[in-house]
């Protein structure tokens, strides 16, 4: 839904600590706030639901560092919209897809909520399956998109919110629902064919030069890393896109020369447990930001080369059914 522009402009805070986004860093101080107070104010209170949300810092250096305003920012898999509404509020124009009604309507809500507040930016949300983007996303963001910042569901292991009770403490919130089509329920090898599939969508909404970046962060499966990064960028060449550039966005506040890290109940108990058992766990506290390029005319030296290029590309998994038409507009989700 598209929706006039503003007249009331009543800002809420920048996310970012000022002038992070004009730094050419490859690490990006983007947890200098936790994520309540980046979101308070900002986002409607119904989104603390959503389980994997992006930090709003991310979302807001990537736009400002690769975008200008009046360009076109999406987000195939968009949550709450993050993304969208860092866009808005920078005074870009937003297109987002969310597979689940109830976080699709959530994100319509957000941009509104935004632009009640002086975001400048016009937002429009679709409801469907991001593996038919190019067939669900309006016509008119065909080749005009500037930028895509986006996150990939992994699963319950590493999303969701805990709550002490009388039976101890109790995870919640880790799934997005129980539908197949949403890529949480799926493996590592059907997941990255669906974010290969998605990425192909991406690139034919992509104008000539336009930026991919997609946090992928390594997790644990018994006991074991997986090198999520490496996949996706080995999704991206599969897709046709270029890598560019390899960043990290700290999920940790950086005191000096000194990491604060915010880790969750659940990333704290495993990490004792594993130490305890004589395992060298470490906190993961940090997402790696994989930048990708839509380049229709290939030959540029800056490609990522050396250990960071992949050898293999992931396969396609096929798709489980066509997004319903009917499912393509955001405001009968919320
Ligand atoms: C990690 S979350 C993204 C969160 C988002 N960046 C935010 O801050 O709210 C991944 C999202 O992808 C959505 N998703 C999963 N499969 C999808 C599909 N096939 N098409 C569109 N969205 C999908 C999930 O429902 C989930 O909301």
Redesign the pocket.
């Known amino acids: 839904m598209t929706e006039p522009r503003p007249r009331q402009a009543a800002p809420t805070p920048h996310p970012c600590e000022p002038g992070d986004g004009d730094l050419r860093l490859s690490v990006w101080p983007t947890a200098q706030r936790d994520a309540r107070a980046q979101r308070a104010g900002r986002y409607l209170p119904a989104a603390t639901a959503?389980p994997?949300?992006?930090l709003p810092a991310i979302a807001a250096t990537a736009i400002s560092r690769y975008t200008q305003p009046g360009d076109l920012v999406a987000?195939?898999?968009?949550?709450?919209?993050?993304?969208l509404i860092e866009a808005v509020h920078l005074g870009r124009d937003a297109l987002g897809?969310?597979?689940?009604p109830r976080?699709a309507g959530l994100a319509a809500a957000g941009i509104a909520h935004a632009r009640r507040h002086g975001a400048t930016g016009t937002g429009e949300v679709v409801c469907?399956?991001?593996?038919q983007l190019p067939a669900i996303a309006p016509a008119s963001a065909r080749g005009k998109v500037a930028l895509i910042v986006?996150?990939?569901?992994y699963g319950p292991s590493v999303?969701g919110h805990v709550r002490a009770g009388a039976q101890g403490v109790r995870k919640f919130n880790n799934r997005?629902s129980h539908d197949p089509?949403?890529?949480?329920h799926h493996g590592l090898d059907a997941l990255l064919g669906?974010i290969t599939r998605i990425l192909v969508g991406c690139a034919a909404l992509l104008r000539p030069g336009g930026i991919v970046v997609i946090t992928a962060r390594p997790w644990r499966h018994r006991s074991e890393l997986v090198d999520l990064p490496s996949a996706v960028i080995a999704a991206g060449r599969a897709a046709g896109l270029t890598p560019v550039e390899r960043c990290v966005a700290l999920l940790a506040g950086l005191d000096g020369d000194r990491l604060v890290a915010r880790p969750s109940f659940f990333q704290l108990d495993n990490t004792r447990k594993a130490r305890a058992r004589g395992e060298p766990w470490h906190l993961i506290v940090h997402e790696d930001l994989l930048v990708l390029q839509h380049r229709p005319f290939p030959g540029s030296s800056s490609e990522l080369k050396g250990p960071q290029r992949e050898p293999g590309h992931p396969s396609v998994a096929p798709l489980h059914r066509r997004a319903a038409a009917d499912q393509a507009d955001g405001t009968r989700a919320a």
């Not at 897809?97 to 689940?100: R, T």
């Not at 469907?128 to 593996?131: M, T």
Request: hydrophobic fraction near 25%.
């Open positions: 959503h994997g949300k992006m987000d195939p898999m968009c949550g709450i919209g993050t993304t897809v969310e597979y689940e976080w469907g399956d991001a593996r986006t996150s990939p569901p999303h997005y089509v949403n890529l949480a669906g």
